[in-house]
């Protein structure tokens, strides 16, 4: 079931994340070792298709069978992260880290989305102290992990964060597998540290690995040819500082990232940096119609609210800008105080 449930989150099968799980239910309860892990499952299904109050209900339920499942709490923070529940979602990896940290080969995804929060209030400092402490403390060769790793440089990068050397580091690591094609949701994540590391030799590698892959008739075929592709060709536009054509290439895209695997959290790194991209090229009402989206479905996010602030700027509407930034702080600093970052809020 794990096999499965894996197989469907790297494919894009967000329904069958959870109705896979919810096939085996009625086998399943409470005296059966291991329903924890079943409930686990489910609820980062139901979580990935926007269930949050189930998802969230699940995974506590989980834990209480085995508070050491690593993949319920990260359900349940996946559930906070969409809600924009900062304060909470801190809070909830933190206090529970003796429980997933420790000898779990998931802990670097979990820090990840401990380090995603930090992000969201503009603590960079942190976010590159648990980067190189939790998320990259070695240079390891595990796709995952580098996976990660590149996922959260780039959001530092566009946010304008000086992230040193660690981008020439990672985009070592990936060198060694930048012929294989093999997946195109790792290959675009290939091209982020690539493209952060300047290795446009290495980026001609990746672009035509995927060029290849393209050809193929399999799985990673269509992964490659809908999304992975024309997603590498984006990034590097926008490290050349293209990004009137790095915008232009992923609006056609955008709606289809889902179809290369991973999760909403994950794929948002795509739909940030074309707004990123919208900003840089001065595509004001495109940036401003963007940052709409992002604040109608995360209205506590400080992220979102800077984004909107930014747009209204290039829009030449300052007093506006003023009151999306003032709300950024507000969502902030309430979020600061956990407790006062509820469901209803988000
Ligand atoms: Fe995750």
Redesign the pocket.
Known sequence: MQTAHIGDFALGQSTLLRDRMAQVLPHWNDDVPGYGYVLGMHAFGLEETGLYARAEDTGRRALELNRRDPWAV?AV??VMEMQGRIGDGIEWLTSRAPDWSIDNGLAF?NW??LALHHLEFGEHARVLEIYDTRIRPAPTSVALEMVDASAMLWRLSLRGVDVGTRWQALAAAWAPLADDGYYAFNDVHAMFALVGAGDWAGVERVTGSLQRAAQETGTNGMMSRDVGLPLARAIAAFGRGQYAEAMNTLLPVRASVHRFGG?H??RDVVQLTLLEAALRAGKAAQARALAAERTDLKRTSPLNWRLTARALESQGRADDAKRARDTADLHAAAQRTPRTATREAA
């Open positions: 990260h923070a996946h995804h990840w989305h999760s959290a994950q």
